[in-house]
């Protein structure tokens, strides 16, 4: 089991761009795809995007072009570079780590973090 904390969240105005980090502990992610979901006010949490343990990536439609996630296996680093950021964005951000992938189905990720807050809002 690999423990996962997320940082990076906060009040951003629209348009604009945070970059969102999840440090793993205990195991090494360099053997686990990583994926990133969020949890919107009311809704149930939904697919952000995916990394594959070669570097192979997956998008949500709605982040397709906004969003890049990478990793660092060396640091044991998830990140989530988002730009042009909406109103629509706001949510709960977690990283998980899973099985394999790069997939947005949520059976596949084992590990979660507790999330991180991001607010669009002018």
């Known amino acids: 089991q690999v423990q996962l904390v997320e940082s990076g969240g906060e009040l951003v105005r629209p348009g604009g761009s945070l970059r969102l980090s999840c440090e793993a502990f205990?195991?090494?992610?360099?053997?686990?795809?990583m994926g990133w979901f969020r949890q919107a006010p009311g809704k149930q949490r939904a697919f952000v995007a995916a990394?594959?343990?070669?570097?192979?990536?997956l998008y949500a439609d709605s982040v397709v072009g906004r969003f890049t996630i990478s990793r660092d296996n060396a640091k044991n680093m998830l990140y989530l570079q988002m730009n042009s950021l909406k109103p629509e964005d706001t949510a709960v951000y977690h990283c998980?780590?899973?099985?394999?992938?790069?997939?947005?189905?949520?059976?596949?990720?084992?590990?979660w973090g507790q999330g991180t807050q991001v607010t669009v809002s002018s």
């Open positions: 998980a780590a899973g099985l394999q992938g790069p997939d947005y189905t949520e059976p596949n990720y084992r590990d």
């Open positions: 205990g195991r090494p992610i360099s053997m686990r795809a």
């Open positions: 990394i594959s343990m070669s570097g192979t990536t």
